[in-house]
């Protein structure tokens, strides 16, 4: 018996977050073009297609660093990598869109490898001036990616780095200033108050695929407008249920500092002590349909829950090469494909507007 009953066409956009660590850390192959590879090779297998947000700050600086002479470690070129996997990808009907994180903006590289900028974190309270303001950085980004792809090709969607758009006034005017078209940064019920991530989704509706922005992004405008809000899908679990996944376990254990330095960033040491800590695991939290790391049975979780928002046709997944290990998950979840199922781009979402 099919999971779903009802009859309304579902549209699945499946993102994919192409990027380093946030603290730094990784390495372009092993974390970024690798696990793409594998990702995009399932996906063009059952006729789905991707939408890439790429992150452009990091790609700035390792060019310049490459560009200088140093090798970085690497016995191949990075860019080189990047830029073709980027370009075969959109030759194949793939979506490239904008992913920014700011604490990318001041990063340089050390003896012991990148050193960014954590007090910059968020892109909704980010502070620049010149070259480096938030109008810039988004001219900037969109730019190089249009002049990547070529072909006239025009990139109109952001994702701000750690979900980080609040507040989003500001962010939502230079978005309209650049020419951006959409965000696809919020997931209903998410809360981050911790020494990075600072935002509240909590008020935002679980039942919604989309909405036109007003002032901000958070709120839906009363009229069709010239912004639009893509959620990504997020329903509340037991932290711990999610945890218990061995895949995301093994994701953990690729980078153990990121993985650290993540946790303690929303637990830090002194607050609570360690029962607090331990606490954290048997509280809910909004977790976000991560096709890479989700089990078959989180994949069933969220697919039966989506089959009772009759009024919602619109999903955002959300997935990272980084954490990626693990086929099982995604290819179970395309192979369970319903007839009124499909599976685009982002940009071929806006189109049909």
């Known amino acids: 018996m099919s999971l779903f009953k009802n009859k309304v066409m579902k549209t699945l956009l499946f993102t994919l977050d192409y990027e380093l660590y946030g603290n730094g850390s990784g390495d372009v192959f092993k974390h970024i073009i690798e696990p793409t590879d594998k990702i995009l090779g399932i996906v063009e297998k059952y ?14 600086k390792l060019k310049e660093e490459w560009e200088s002479g140093n090798r970085m470690g690497y016995d191949r070129n990075p860019i080189e990598a990047m830029e073709r996997q980027l370009k075969r990808a959109f030759e194949y009907g793939h979506d490239i869109q904008l992913h920014l994180h700011p604490q990318w903006v001041d990063a340089f590289w050390t003896e012991n490898g990148w050193k960014v900028n954590l007090e910059k974190w968020r892109l909704g309270d980010y502070e620049g001036t010149g070259e480096n303001s938030l109008l810039c950085l988004l001219q900037r980004g969109k730019e190089t990616i249009e002049k990547l792809l070529g072909n006239g090709y025009n990139c109109e969607v952001l994702r701000a780095g750690g979900y980080n ?71 509340p679990i037991l932290r711990l249920q999610k945890y218990l996944s061995l895949d995301r376990v093994k994701s953990l254990l690729r980078n153990r500092k990121s993985a650290k330095d993540a946790f303690d960033a929303k637990i830090p040491k002194g607050r609570g002590g360690h029962i607090s800590r331990l606490l954290y ?49 995604l290819e179970f979840l395309l192979k369970r494909k319903p007839s009124r199922f499909q599976y685009i781009t982002i940009s071929e979402y806006l189109k049909s507007l």
């Open 47 to 60: 006729n789905a297609k991707l939408t890439i947000f790429f992150e452009v700050i990091e790609y700035w």
């Open 165 to 235: 758009v609040q507040p989003s006034d500001e962010l939502s005017s230079a978005m309209r200033l650049a020419g951006l078209r959409a965000d696809s940064s919020i997931y209903p019920g998410g809360k981050e108050n911790g020494f990075l991530s600072k935002y509240d989704y909590t008020g935002v509706k679980g039942d919604v695929g989309m909405w036109y922005c007003g002032n901000n992004l958070e709120t839906s405008s009363n009229i069709k407008s010239d912004l639009i809000e893509l959620p990504i899908v997020a329903f």
């Open 281 to 329: 695991f048997f509280q809910k939290e909004a977790q976000t349909w991560d096709y890479c790391l989700f089990t078959k049975g989180m994949h069933r979780k969220f697919l039966k829950t989506i089959e009772n928002q009759n009024d919602r046709s619109l999903f955002v997944l959300v997935g990272h090469p980084k954490s990626f290990v693990s086929s099982k998950g």
